[in-house]
């Protein structure tokens, strides 16, 4: 892609390199390189942004990374920040603006991870989804490191909820997708195919079958709420179910049907190990955050279950301490709206808030507790 955006020729190179000199600061911030187009081709944040901004006018040859975008930027555009950690809240929502094409692709170079999605419409199904902006996805549980060990723990999941996890896209209108529909509600219109070539999931009774018109609607609405209460660390239920099943199998000296389910649970084990810890650090994650000193840069961030929920000047006065105390009382003690899960919208800044912290552990003692716990 990078190929197709037009590169800047010397002499408007030079004419961006005398804007940073001449008008950019060294202060916390985020910057923008847009292509000819005004098309934003990348964001980046700095503690100090004059600084920065000049590194790329000094990166040389065709494979480094700050030489390429610049090659390609027409213009640049920068905005300030409070703290660090502002510019950090400012870049993560920039890059889900504008999606740009050079954050995506270095992205893609990370660690190998994934996440569980539940997709949406009236049939949800299990998914593994690579990103937290994947559009089939409407709930979304991770990252996940082992991959190949993640879709395995997804399908036992899916399997012991009897809950579909095959690739089929609802029918919306007038797409071509397959319609997905049970036996005690009415079949969609349009093209139907009443057989599933290739999945035997129907035929052993693990997936109740809306792909061929079978199944429950309740019962599978109830099935997708195990799941997600799973995912969620609300119950081990699945876990357990899988764990019987193995007992009763091997009690019928059925060992070979055992060890299958020795497997499954083996693997529902593992995935629930990792959603209670997760559940674990966000409940921790949850306070007052005061960074910066009492003048123009400093910030109160009141932060719960991982995500920035409000934002607000380091009080200097009596009064404006008593405005933050009343919001933070406010924001937590009413019941989350969320409930107990983290939107996929706020899984990138739940991320960033623990990394944040989690690299800067003294960042900690800034911290003060709610006075009841969220
Ligand atoms: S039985 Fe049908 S709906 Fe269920 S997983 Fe297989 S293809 Fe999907």
Known sequence: MASRVGRHTLPQRRALLELVRGSCENRPGTYRMLAEAGRVLYVGKSRAL???????????????????ILRHTFTIEWQYAPNEFGALLDELRLIKQHRPHFNSAMVSDEWPRAYVALTAGSVPGLRVVRRTDDARASDLWGPFRRVSHLSDAVHALAEIAAVRDCTLEESNG???????????????????????????????????????????????THSVKLVRDFLNARTNEPLLRARERMRIASEALEFERAAVWRDRAELLEWLWLRVTRFHASMDRLSFVY?????????????????????????????EQETALQAMSQRIFHEADPRGGDVPMHD?????????????????????????VAP
């Open 50 to 68: 004059r600084t920065r901004l000049l590194s790329y006018f000094r990166a040389k040859g065709r494979r480094n990374k700050s030489a390429k």
């Open 174 to 220: 007038a797409n071509a997708a397959r319609p997905l529909w049970f036996a005690d509600a009415a079949p969609p219109r349009g093209p139907r195919r009443l057989r599933t070539p290739g999945c035997l999931r129907a035929e052993i009774g693990s997936c109740p079958g809306p792909c061929i018109g079978t199944g429950n609607a309740a019962q599978y």
């Open 290 to 318: 005061r960074t910066g000193d009492s003048s123009e840069n400093g910030r109160a961030y009141i932060i719960r279950r991982g995500t920035v929920r409000a934002e607000l000047p380091l009080p200097s006065t009596a």
């Open 347 to 371: 899984l990138d800044e739940f991320y960033l808030v623990a990394s944040w912290f989690r690299r800067r552990p003294d960042e900690l003692l800034r911290t003060s507790q709610p006075t």
